[in-house]
Structure formats: C-alpha cells, structure tokens
C-alpha cells in the first residue's frame, strides 16, 4: 500500500493538482482567480503527459554512437515533449484571449467578481 | 491532382487566407470581405467536388511530409468526413454572404480582424473533420474554439462575459479530451485513428481505456453541448452577433457531435462502447434529458436568439441520441439531422438577423402581423424553416426524426420515442407561437385605425441577405424531397460490423 502511493508520488501531485484548478474554475467568485485556476489545469496536464514519458538513465534519442542511443529501450520517447511545447503554445494563446476577454468586461462593467457583475447586467 | 490533395487543400485555404486577410487589410481595408468569401466559395465547390471523387473512388488519405503513419500525421477524407466537409463549407458560405451587409453595420471598421478570425473559425472546423490523427484533433478543436470566443466577444455589451464562461468551460472540454488522449497513448502508442483502431480490441479489459472514454466524451460532450453540459451555449449565442451566431450556431456543435461520432463509431468500436459498457445508454439518456430541457426553456424564452439556443441545446439532443442507440438507424438519423439541423439552425439565426437588422428586435412578445407585411419572403423563410424543425413530410427535418424514431423500435426503447415525439410537440408550441403572432396578430389596436394598416409597406433587407435566407429554406424542401439519395450516401459512410 504504502508502495503504491510512494511509488506513484508524482501522479498524486498531478491529480491534486487538477483538483485545484478545477476548485478555482467553479468556486472561485473572481474571474482572475478562474482564469489562475484554468492554467493550473492546464499545467497538471501537461506535467501529466511529461511525468508519463520519463524513463531512469535512458538518453537522447539520437541515433549516434555517442549517445550509446542503437538500442530502442536506451531512448526516452520525444513525441510527449513535443506534443506538449504546442499543448503549451494552445494554453498561452487561450490565457491570451482570456485576458482580452477580462480587459473588455472590466471596461464595461469596472468589476471582475462574478456575483457583482451579474448583479450590473440586470 | 487536385483530389490526392484535397484533404491538405481544405483546412490550408482558410488557414493562408486568414493570414493573409490582416497582411492585405493593412494595404486596403475593403479587400477582406471578397477575400473571405472567395475562399469560402473555393472551399465550399473543392469539398462538393471531394465528395463526389470519394463517393465514386473510395478514400482519399493524405500523409503530412511524406511520413507513413503511425508515425506521420494522416489526413483521411473518406464518405463520412466528405460529406460533413460539405455541410460546413456550403453553410459557411451562405452564412458569410448574407453577412455582407450585417457584419458591415455591426461591426463598423473591424472587418479586417472579423473575416480574419471567421476565416481561423473555419480552418479549425475542417480541420477537426479531416484529421486522422487524435492529437490534430486536439489542435484544430482549440484553434476553432478560440476563434470561436473571439467571434461570440464583439457581440452586444454583455457578450464578453459570455464569451468569458464559454472559454473556461471549453478550456476545461478541451482539457479533458486532452487527457484523454494521454491515457490512449500511453497504454497503445500511438495517436493515430485507424491504427488504434486496430489495437484498443487487444486491450479492451484496461481500465485505462475506459478512463480515456469517459474523459474523451465529457470533453466532447461539452464542445458538442450535450445536457447537462450545456451552460455555455444559451448565453453565447443570444449576445453573439448576428453572423457569428449564424456561424457558429449551426455548424460549431455539428462538429463536436461528428468528432464524438467519429471516434465512438470509428476508434472505440460499437461493440466496445454500447455492448461492454453503458456509454451508449448514458448519452442517450442524457440527450433525452437535453431534448426535454432545451425544448421547455425555448418555450419559456421570450428573445427569438434565446429561444433558437436552446432549440439548438434540444437538437443537439436528437443528434446524441442517435449516437447513443447505436443501430444502423441511429446512425442515419444521427448523421442526417447533423445536415438537416445545420440548414435548419443557419436559416432560423439568418432570419432571427434580419429581423434585428430591420426592425432593430427579435422578441417574440413584440411580433404581430405588420411583421408579415414588412418581410413577406423572410417570415415564409422563417415558416418552411419552423415546419422543418417541427418535423412536417415532406421537409429535411421530418426524416431525421423519422430514422431515428425507426432507431427507438428497432432497439425496443420506448421511453427514447415517447421522447422524440413528445419533443415534437414541444417544438410545434414554441414556433406555432411566433407563426401565431406573425400571421393572426392584428398590429392594429382599434378598428378606426384601419388606415394605418394599409399603410404597412413592404421593407425586405436587401436582397444580398435576402438570398442566403431563401437558399436555405429552398434547401430544406430539396433536402427533404432528396432524401433517399442522401440516405443511400449515408449507408456508404457506416462504420463495418453496423
């Protein structure tokens, strides 16, 4: 038992979290701390796809006598990585279009807590 | 030549004209608009084309760089993908012709930027339809999602709130399928479809496999709005301007539901899905949920835009729910009503833009008979349009409904076709009240002011938005009377062991 959380420490991070994220998305009345909370989301994804793909003592996966790289098992696989540097570049745009979004309500409604913004609507 | 190419070609045109669009703007501003259509219109012939290629020749693949998947991204255009690239595109252009005029009063001096992003819109859309490649999908789904925020954003005063909720929970969708994804790779290795395919049946007794399902479809199940997951949608399209709303509207969560068709129907297997776990039975009680929910609050929404919504949430449900009977005619209704629910919806948010365009309101509390007089040809518009979503032979939206009630006797649910027609019902009582409204209500108060009603003159919007509108409600009888064609096509679509 003890094995088994120890063992998989990093999964338990990731899972945790996820749950923050998802805490600040739907509990958090402010829509900065939304947005904080959708980043932290995104990011245990990302460490999810990164924490998934290592391997001890393995190396580069270039094939060269240098890197001692011949043996299929002696590589860490690179298409994790690579799917999370534009798994990264779709979260800078998102939090991008985010912010735009939080500058035109601000201008509109000089507040960003949801309960207060709901009540200007009306 | 053209066709080998195809699948690259279609995402690649909006892609190069939305970059160029703002690099053109900046020399002169009125050039995005025909820029805009004309890759449109390019589009729009080249997928009409494609079908037809991949009706009479079989699929076309299309390897990115020359790498041979499972290690190269594949693009596969085959009768399924074909035939939705052709609803979008075709839509789509309609849509954009009648936004001309629209966009032009909306949204004064911002052209360059809008037709850029709508052309973003579309490159994300074809491409979630004709990658074969899972992580792709990912892209294309956040690249069209974006665009799609921005486009829901320059609405009225309250769109970016609206805008605001739609990208959080759709970060979250998207986050979800992402995740989803992982779980695949990591336990099959790779990311392509047709290849998973063949290995997930080794596998089927991980539960790995059964988390990545259930992530995949909540993550689709909120890009597609099935209920519960549906909170985004009533909001974002009622602010959305009219062209956005159009846009987006009948084609955005078409998509959603093809990608959710795709991957149920065409990766996890039908076995899998409906026979070893109750997914299946899950979606489709939870589009009967969605059908009876959107259809009573469009009922209790008195904004035209607000009402066609959450129409939008209770069709979305029919399209679920065909996925979710997983039989031969699930699939047919499920597919058909994908087309026949797009025309529907762009023809229902054109009219809900012109009416707003002319007489400056949609609210139905407001509509009486000077309404007819005014814009004769887009209430008849509105009409066949209504009596489509209602469900009247022989128009397109009959025969959806038709294939999927045939659906519910063939697997026996009874509570799926009380369902169906119930929601007919629902649906006839929230149109019949604006054709009440429209066609009986006298606009005048008292009988000595007969006068003023002779006065009523004819004021149609101009024929450039005229034209999409009759179109597409041409288009729902032709699609009504073609029926049997298309359905054979769609035979040609279905998944092996159906």
């Known amino acids: 038992m003890f094995d088994f959380i120890a063992g998989h420490y990093d999964y338990w991070f990731i899972i945790s979290l996820i749950t923050i994220g998802l805490y600040g998305m739907i509990i958090k009345k402010n829509l900065v701390k939304k947005l904080i909370g959708m980043t932290i989301f995104q990011a245990s994804i990302i460490l ?45 745009a998102t939090v991008g279009v985010a912010f735009a979004l939080l500058v035109l309500i601000y201008k509109r409604y000089n507040t960003l807590d949801e309960k207060e913004l709901i009540e200007r609507m009306k | ?69 499972p290690i190269g991204i594949e693009y596969v255009y085959d009768p399924l993908s074909s035939f939705v690239a052709v609803v979008i595109n075709v839509v789509a252009l309609l849509v954009l012709t009648h936004g001309y005029s629209v966009v032009k009063i909306d949204l004064e001096g911002r052209q360059v930027a809008y037709y850029s992003v709508v052309m973003l819109l579309m490159t994300g859309f074809n491409g979630m339809i004709i990658t074969g490649d899972l992580f792709n999908l990912y892209v294309f789904i956040e690249i069209s999602s974006l665009s799609g925020y921005a486009l829901i954003a320059v609405g009225e005063k309250r769109a970016p709130f609206a805008a605001f909720r739609y990208l959080i929970i759709g970060t979250i969708g998207a986050s979800f399928y992402l995740l989803g994804i992982g779980f695949l790779y990591f336990i099959s290795g790779t990311l392509n479809m047709n290849d998973l395919a063949l290995i997930l049946p080794m596998m089927k007794d991980s ?44 084609i955005g969560t078409k998509v959603g539901a093809y990608v959710l068709l795709r991957l149920l129907f065409f990766v996890f297997g039908i076995d899998y899905f409906s026979n070893e776990l109750p997914i299946a039975d899950l979606i489709a009680v939870f589009s009967c949920g969605g059908i009876i929910f959107g259809s009573v609050m469009a009922i209790a929404s008195k904004e035209m835009k607000r009402m066609l919504a959450y129409s939008s949430v209770a069709q979305i449900g029919y399209i679920g729910l065909g996925i979710g009977l997983a039989n031969p005619f699930g699939f047919i209704g499920a597919v058909l009503h994908l087309l026949n629910h797009a025309f529907m919806k762009a ?28 814009y004769p040809w887009t209430m008849a518009a509105f009409t066949v349009a209504a009596l489509s979503m209602v469900g009247l032979p022989p128009l397109a939206g009959f025969f959806s409904k038709w294939y999927l009630v045939l659906g519910t006797i063939e697997s026996s649910r009874w509570i799926y076709l009380a369902v169906i027609l119930l929601s007919s019902l629902l649906n006839a009582v929230y149109f019949f009240r604006i054709l009440e409204k429209v066609y009986m209500r006298s606009s ?24 999409p509108t009759l179109v597409l409600a041409v288009g729902l009888i032709v699609l009504g009377i073609l029926n049997v064609f298309i359905v054979n096509q769609i035979y040609k679509m279905m998944p092996e062991g159906l």
């Open chain 1, 48 to 92: 999810f796809y990164i924490s998934s793909s290592i391997k001890a003592g393995a190396t580069v996966p270039i094939l060269s006598d240098k890197f001692n790289s011949a043996d299929v098992a002696n590589y860490i696989n690179p298409l994790p990585h690579a799917l999370m540097l534009t798994a990264i570049v779709v979260g800078v």
């Open chain 2, 207 to 250: 539960p790995t496999i059964l988390v990545a399902l259930i992530l995949i479809v909540v993550g689709l199940g909120i890009k597609m709005a099935i209920f519960p997951m549906h909170g985004w949608l009533p909001d974002s399209y009622t602010y959305a301007p009219t062209t956005s709303s159009a846009l987006i509207a009948p």
């Open chain 2, 347 to 374: 023809c229902l948010f054109i009219v809900a833009g012109n009416l707003r365009t002319k007489a400056g309101h949609s609210d139905i509390s407001l509509m009486d008979d000077s309404f007819r007089k005014k």
């Open chain 2, 1 to 69: 030549m053209i066709a080998k190419n195809l699948p690259a070609i279609l995402p690649l045109i909006f892609l190069a004209s939305a970059l160029l669009i703002p690099l053109l703007g900046v020399w002169k501003k009125k050039i995005a608009y025909p820029f805009a259509i004309t890759a449109t219109l390019a589009a729009a012939s080249l997928s009409v084309y494609g079908f037809i290629y991949v009706i009479l020749n079989g699929t076309i693949t299309y390897y990115f760089g020359g790498w041979v998947p």
């Open chain 2, 444 to 467: 005048v108060k008292y009988k000595s002011d007969e006068s003023y009603s002779d006065n009523i003159r004819q004021d149609e919007v101009v024929p450039s938005m005229l034209l």
